[in-house]
């Protein structure tokens, strides 16, 4: 295995659950790209707009996709090219800013519509961000709830300040929260195309997200005078930090929100938390160790395979919520959304894409999604995540902290150094490869009489309205280090056809038959969950109400903490929790990594 995977050594399974289509080999062949061939733009402040900080360029195996839809030129003026041409693929774009529509956050039936448009609308005042200078002050977040008194004075100044300004100010707390309601309830189109713009459930997640906290972080710092004040990051990675940071649970600080549910405050998070059908059977300290247990799965699985990590590609002319598989990290980044809402539809502030930003909690969390990245870019060696030019050359409209739009790309962000800030360092807890679950000693069968037989998926989608377990047959059983070290085992969950504009949640584990098909109450070991939030499809008279997703985990580690490697076939098991789905099937793929390159 990579040396990049060495300080997450397998461990053994801390959690094991208990509970009262036959997969083809992947083909898709690699493409190679160079920096100087991406079209990837320079930056004079830069060695490499493609380094990290390690000041070597990566020439990266980049596993594409077969077919690549949309084509699309400049900023604008690109749609004369016409959505027929498919062949070509391109990068998403910013939208037509004079173009902004009324967004709908509940569904056709309960419409719930919200104004959420810019009062910016002049698409010719947009210039290109000039990145501040390496003499620039560095801006050092830090974990929320080890904040000095001078910090947490300076950090309730500038959101007192912020909530003070006029609400149709750029600056303001209110359009700093309808930013995020334009971009993830698709108030915009992306240009020349009828498919809205989406920066949830793909590759642009986290880039869009860290340009949106770096632009927010520097008005902050603005409006109290403070070129170095960084926004603190809500550090659910560690034991110490998963409950909700004590300044903002005091009702007379302008970092309190009324809208968080009420019984979650003093709460551990869980990271499979869910807002109906939500058991924890768990004490504090085991539940710590769950997450730990469950970040450490995250980073393992997903390092050889960035998709795994950041989400599907979508390029210029697709749908994000088409066929599209969300990162693990934005999961599990959801879970910590709901836990922090009203348990009560419309799930607001946190709960709800359309209200999220009104909570300053929202930018704290993305603050320690955005140091999951981070983090997650050093263990593999600052390697650029996608070596594909739709997504370095993925660009985005801001309104920065010197009253200006300003147009920025992925390939930009990928350095936090180039935009000035960095994270202090602290323990990296779920990294320790001697993180165990305290467990019971699970007795084996002693005969059939407590097994039921189990068969293969079917062709045919199946609610998810109970539990579903499925017999999947393996590509390959007992693989090499160097098969590993080539291609990433993949459990695809297809066809997520979800049926209301309502939270979804339910979670997957993989087990090891007995005799071949049959199975015990035994669920066997969590694979990973899929956590969506309250997200309307509803832009016009006539939308569907349904659409489908598909859901990617990676599982080459977990088959060795269960002892997996020689088992022909799986039994996986989706159990529900949350919404109204449709399930389409189940298989197992491998996929090639890069680690090769």
């Not at 008194?149 to 600056?171: G, S």
Request: aromatic letters at 10%; hydrophobic letters at 30%.
């Amino acid at each position: 295995m990579s040396s990049s995977l060495s300080f997450l050594a397998t461990t053994a399974s801390p959690f094991h659950h208990h509970h009262s289509r036959h997969s083809r080999k992947a083909s898709r062949a690699p493409t190679y790209f160079s920096p100087s061939a991406s079209g990837a733009g320079t930056n004079a402040t830069n060695a490499s707009a493609y380094d990290n900080g390690g000041g070597e360029e990566s020439i990266l195996k980049l596993d594409r996709r077969n077919v690549l839809l949309g084509t699309f030129g400049g900023l604008y003026g690109a749609a004369a090219l016409g959505r027929e041409n498919t062949a070509v693929a391109s990068p998403v774009v910013p939208p037509d800013l004079s173009k902004c529509k009324t967004a709908n956050a509940g569904s056709e039936t309960k419409p719930i519509w919200v104004e959420c448009c810019p009062p910016y609308t002049d698409n010719s005042k947009i210039v290109d961000y000039k990145f501040p200078t390496s003499s620039t002050p560095l801006r050092t977040r830090k974990p929320a709830h080890l904040l000095d008194d001078d910090d947490l004075a300076k950090y309730k100044e500038a959101y007192k300040l912020m909530r003070a300004l006029d609400p149709n100010d750029p600056w303001s707390l209110e359009q700093q929260a309808k930013v995020h309601c334009q971009y993830c309830n698709e108030a915009y189109d992306q240009l020349g195309y009828d498919v809205p713009v989406q920066v949830h459930f793909n590759w642009i997640f986290l880039p869009w997200h860290r340009y949106y906290i770096h632009f927010h972080e520097r008005i902050l710092g603005k409006l109290i005078g403070d070129e170095k004040f960084a926004l603190p990051f809500w550090n659910w990675d560690s034991p110490d930090g998963m409950t909700i940071p004590t300044s903002f649970k005091d009702t007379t600080s302008s970092l309190y929100d009324e809208k968080r549910n009420p019984a979650n405050l003093p709460k551990v998070l869980d990271y499979q938390y869910s807002l109906t059908n939500y058991e924890n059977p768990y004490t504090d300290d085991e539940l710590k160790t769950k997450n730990l247990y469950q970040m450490n799965k995250t980073f393992r699985e997903s390092l050889p395979l960035p998709e795994l990590f950041l989400g599907d590609p979508v390029r210029a002319g697709e749908e994000a919520s088409i066929g599209k598989t969300m990162g693990r990290i934005e999961s599990i980044h959801n879970a910590a959304h709901q836990f922090v809402g009203l348990p009560d539809s419309p799930y607001r502030d946190m709960g709800n894409f359309y209200s999220a930003g009104y909570d300053p909690l929202f930018y704290c969390h993305h603050s320690n999604v955005d140091r999951m990245w981070h983090i997650y870019r050093q263990k593999r060696g600052n390697k650029v995540d996608f070596n594909d030019k739709d997504w370095l050359n993925s660009s985005f409209i801001f309104y920065d902290e010197n009253k200006q739009l300003v147009k920025v790309k992925v390939e930009d962000c990928l350095n936090p150094q180039k935009l000035r800030y960095t994270y202090e360092d602290v323990e990296l807890p779920w990294a320790d490869s001697s993180i165990k679950k305290k467990q019971k000693a699970k007795a084996k069968p002693r005969s059939r009489v407590s097994l039921v037989q189990v068969s293969e998926f079917g062709p045919d989608p199946r609610p998810l309205d109970s539990t579903i377990r499925a017999l999947v047959q393996r590509p390959k059983k007992s693989r090499t280090k160097s098969e590993k070290e080539d291609e990433v085992e993949v459990l695809f969950i297809d066809g997520i056809e979800i049926a209301h504009n309502g939270p979804v949640n339910f979670e997957v584990y993989v087990a090891v038959p007995y005799g071949g098909d049959f199975v015990g109450p035994d669920l066997g070991e969590s694979a990973g969950s899929f956590v969506k939030l309250p997200h309307s499809h509803i832009r016009k008279k006539g939308d569907a109400e349904k659409k489908k997703y598909s859901m990617k985990l990676g599982i080459s580690s977990l088959l060795e903490d269960i002892d997996a490697e020689g088992a022909e076939k799986l039994v996986v098991s989706l159990v529900p929790k949350d919404g109204e789905v449709n399930i389409g099937g189940i298989h197992i793929d491998l996929i090639k990594t890069d680690w090769t390159a």
